[in-house]
């Protein structure tokens, strides 16, 4: 579960939650993307949603931290689905190699599934809907919010997480998937 750092006597709390606390300061650190995913061979087998609908007849593998329902934003604005999970876990790499085992279809940050996307042994389900992204953040109890090494901390944490493949856009992605379709 989420941690109050205010609370729970912590420094700092790092976390992807959309949770706030009073007395807790959130200082956003880097943007993650997310897309909708399943391997080639799950998708042999079940077919390939056209429909947020028609994932409720699927597996459904689901990160137990951004829970349910699953949200898409797309022309039509915000759509919830209340998929069913065959799998539901708090590790994200379990998640990414059950998706890779065609065990079902996840919605995976984009750091872990460009690779696969990019060599084929995962395929973007509904492209044309993005789940939104979610905020890698510090949560900091006010009353340390001052302290130097706190301070340090958030300004070394902000460096790295810029330069990290976490808050790098896929947009190549993009450019080879719209070349792809063109050809």
């Not at 799950?42 to 829970?67: I, K, N, W």
């Not at 689905?81 to 059950?98: F, G, I, Q, S």
């Not at 006010?142 to 790295?160: D, K, T, V």
Request: hydrophobic letters at 40%; one cysteine or more; aromatic letters at 4%.
């Amino acid at each position: 579960g989420a941690v109050n750092p205010a609370e729970e006597g912590f420094d700092i709390a790092i976390g992807a939650r959309p949770e706030s606390y009073g007395q807790v300061q959130d200082h956003p650190l880097c943007r993650i993307q997310r897309r909708l995913c399943a391997s080639p061979a799950y998708l042999e087998r079940r077919a390939m949603p056209e429909t947020p609908a028609q994932l409720l007849d699927h597996d459904c593998l689901v990160f137990a931290t951004s829970g349910l329902p699953w949200e898409f934003l797309g022309p039509q604005g915000l759509v919830g689905v209340e998929v069913l999970p065959r799998l539901k876990t708090n590790d994200a790499m379990a998640l990414c190699r059950a998706t890779l085992a065609g065990q079902g279809i996840a919605v995976l940050a984009d750091y872990l599934v460009a690779p696969h996307l990019r060599s084929g042994t995962l395929v973007e389900v509904l492209p044309q809907l993005h789940p939104p992204d979610l905020w890698l953040k510090a949560l900091v109890p006010g009353s340390r919010i001052e302290l130097p090494r706190i301070q340090a901390l958030l300004r070394r944490l902000q460096g790295q997480l810029a330069l990290s493949p976490l808050s790098q856009p896929m947009s190549d992605m993009h450019a080879t998937r719209n070349s792809e379709v063109a050809s």
